[in-house]
């Protein structure tokens, strides 16, 4: 059962991070324009939010198996 406790601690420090940190910011770079040796680029950022929800849940399912995988042994 030492997975079950090693899943635990890793949702539990997910739903922590989840909480703390609201939103992933990804940054994409295309090529508008290529004509031959001149190329223009442009650099696009998406906000990902993380619902809060989520790391409520993976907090409460990681204390789950970490209690499951101390209960069993």
């Known amino acids: 059962m030492r997975v079950l406790f090693v899943l635990g601690i890793v949702l539990v420090i997910a739903g922590i991070a989840a909480l703390v940190v609201p939103y992933i910011v990804v940054s994409d770079t295309k090529e508008v324009v290529d004509l031959g040796p001149l190329s ?3 650099k696009e950022e998406r906000v990902i939010p993380i619902p809060s929800i ?20």
């Open 40 to 42: 223009i680029e442009a």
């Open 54 to 73: 989520a790391g409520i849940a993976s907090v409460v399912a990681g204390l789950a198996c970490i209690f499951m995988a101390r209960r069993s042994t």
